[in-house]
């Protein structure tokens, strides 16, 4: 019976499984990998990327993307680290963070309002964000002058967690709560598995996507702000080409549809794991930049191989039962 | 085509005005430089464009199909890199075909993944991106290459000229009257419209549309080569990251052409005419000596308001 159940959750939840046979596979082949100070080394260098996929998560169930990250990221960075030292750190990063919402907004207002593909919209706000950053920055690094800042980005907990891990935690908590027990969670699911029909019932559905875009804005205003800070500098190529890719990508590997309607916080963070722990492996195994972005993309291809698979194997299953 | 023709003329200037909005970039920049409007750099600019034109006569089979392909940008290095290399060793016209083969063979793994598997196009080509890329730096060891002599034939095609017009920009129009034909007039294309439209009712009405699918980004690699062969040999080397960023040009000229992301529509000619757009954006920007990366705020503002003008007179057109 419990067996069952294992059984059926795995099924359901494809990422554990996957996630299982990655995590056992490099603990037991890669030595060093099954190390407490390592396993907390992945959440670190990965907590950021978690944080983004937060907000993505929330507009992939809704049934869209959000392109428009690669570049938020380097403008919010330039800017929470340009206005720190002219008018101080707290405001800076509010209006970092601010920016993120309105960029969120126009978003939101355009793919919701006015009904325009969000590819497009997120793609002509990736090419917008990306000039105001250089246009900000003059093409220039911007050196994070306040101590503060960069402690927190680079502080870490006694036991090797940092300071951003544990807000990834905190956030994945948060994110978890509104989608599994809030009105506006339960109209994302709604909105993102059929539209219409989540209009007829009654929901706002212009509204539920908005408020998904502006979500996301701000997890990506974030996510430039912790890189400044870790980093203790933002440059104007953070995050291009192929940032908002890799947080889509760690959201769908973790099994949430492209189509929208099914998606969890947890299979996001099990998908950036994933992400995560192919390139701490080819790390520790020490093999050329080369071979472990070939390995990146190919774990790609096979993670979503597999969930078809899986999924579709589970389909059958209900089929035949029915 | 034959309801465009029922509507009479206005309908057809409404479909074409893509056209007027490029004439009018051009204008504004015509007026603000001297340097902008002389017959020399019309010519460079359609020397400029034609690389991405080329490529965006693939990617809208890809985006006409239903599908994106990111993966370009990582096979123009690729490809480049390759045809350079292969120029010294083996001699012009294999280094060519051998690059032509890749590109297709690329397209190809794609077309198997997301036609006969049926995988998210989005991810599967950003992993090919990277296994790409991997190959680039595999192949050339992470250096650049570069033609031993610059003066053989093969820099020709891409710095050479027939009379006042270069032979990319012979090359460019060659491949949109054949891409444009195949979309508009073959068999195959008609099947692509509808597989990107429905490709459910394909399926039931006998229409393989794995295949199609397949096809399209077979397509799409090809003119990706294609590309690479006239970029490479216009500079005669080529560095390992050379396309990075490529794909986002392409599709964003495709989008401006007017073709709908859901698939099912969309037309050669006008993404060429996108595709001129950001080309003229580009070149005028640097002209008039405004900041280079003021073109991208530019793009952003240009691509939202062509795309809201189209859906606006969409829905006049429903509610008529």
């Known amino acids: ?322 | 085509m034959s309801l465009s023709k029922k509507g009479g003329a206005v309908q057809v200037m409404k479909d074409w005005a893509i056209v007027g909005a490029m004439v009018v970039v051009y204008l504004i920049f015509a007026v603000l430089s001297p340097n902008f409007r002389t017959a020399e750099n019309a010519i460079l600019l359609l020397r400029q464009v034609s690389i991405i034109a080329i490529m965006g006569c693939g990617m809208s089979f890809a985006i006409i199909g239903g599908n994106f392909d990111l993966s370009v940008g990582s096979l123009l290095s690729l490809c480049c890199c390759m045809c350079i290399d292969l120029h010294d060793k083996i001699g012009p016209v294999p280094a060519m075909a051998v690059t032509l083969l890749v590109g297709c063979a690329s397209g190809l793994v794609c077309g198997f993944l997301v036609g006969h598997l049926r995988l998210n196009s989005m991810i599967v080509t950003l992993g090919m991106m990277n296994v790409l890329q991997a190959l680039t730096l595999m192949y050339t060891g992470g250096s650049s290459v570069m033609l031993k002599d610059q003066n053989v034939w093969f820099g020709q095609i891409g710095k050479g000229s027939l009379g006042p017009i270069p032979y990319v920009t012979i090359i460019m129009v060659v491949c949109i009257v054949v891409y444009a034909t195949l979309l508009n007039k073959t068999v195959f294309g008609h099947h692509v419209l509808a597989v990107g439209s429905n490709d459910e009712a394909c399926r039931f009405s006998g229409i393989n549309d794995r295949k199609v699918v397949r096809n399209t980004f077979v397509l799409s690699g090809l003119s990706a080569a294609i590309a690479a062969i006239l970029l490479c040999s216009r500079g005669g080397a080529a560095q390992t990251t050379i396309g990075q960023g490529y794909e986002f040009d392409v599709i964003t000229g495709v989008i401006l052409g007017g073709a709908s992301l859901n698939g099912g529509s969309g037309n050669i000619v006008k993404t060429f005419i996108g595709v001129m757009i950001i080309g003229i954006l580009k070149n005028g920007f640097v002209i008039v000596g405004l900041p280079y990366y003021l073109q991208w705020l530019a793009q952003c503002v240009i691509i939202l308001l062509a795309v809201y003008v189209a859906i606006q007179s969409e829905r006049k057109k429903g509610t008529k």
């Open chain 1, 1 to 322: 019976m419990s067996l069952k159940k294992v059984k059926a959750f795995m099924s359901r939840h494809t990422v554990v499984p996957i996630l299982l046979v990655i995590f056992v596979l490099a603990s037991v082949l890669v030595a060093g990998f099954f190390d407490i100070r390592n396993l907390f080394n992945i959440l670190n260098q990965n907590a950021i990327k978690g944080i983004m996929a937060i907000g993505m998560t929330f507009v992939i169930i809704n049934g869209y993307f959000d392109m428009s990250l690669c570049t938020l990221i380097s403008l919010t960075a330039a800017l929470s680290c340009g206005l720190q030292s002219s008018i101080g750190l707290v405001p800076a990063i509010l209006v970092s963070l601010a920016v993120g919402l309105i960029v969120g907004a126009i978003n939101g207002f355009l793919v919701a309002k006015a009904g325009i593909n969000a590819f497009v919209v997120t793609l002509a706000l990736m090419l917008g964000c990306r000039s105001l950053s250089y246009l900000y920055s003059q093409e220039q690094s911007i050196l994070a002058t306040n101590d503060l800042f960069t402690d927190f980005g680079m502080g870490r907990l006694p036991f090797g967690m940092s300071y951003i891990s544990v807000l990834f935690i905190v956030m994945l908590l948060i994110a978890h709560y509104v989608l599994r027990y809030t009105k506006h969670g339960r109209n994302t699911y709604a909105a993102g598995g059929n539209a219409n029909a989540a209009f007829n019932a009654g929901i706002n559905v212009t509204r539920t996507t908005f408020i998904n875009f502006v979500i996301c804005g701000f997890t990506g205003a974030l996510g430039g702000v912790l890189y400044a800070a870790q980093s203790g500098a933002s440059s104007p190529p953070l995050g291009w080409p192929d940032m908002h890719m890799l947080v889509i990508a760690g959201v769908v590997l973790g099994g949430s549809k492209l189509t929208g309607g099914v998606g969890n916080i947890w299979y996001t963070c099990g998908g950036v794991m994933i992400l995560g722990i192919v390139a701490n492996v080819m790390n520790l195994l020490n093999v050329q930049t080369y071979v472990s972005t070939m390995v990146t993309g190919m774990i790609m291809i096979g993670v979503l191989y597999l969930d078809k698979v899986l999924t579709e194997r589970k389909k059958k299953e209900s089929l035949t039962n029915a």
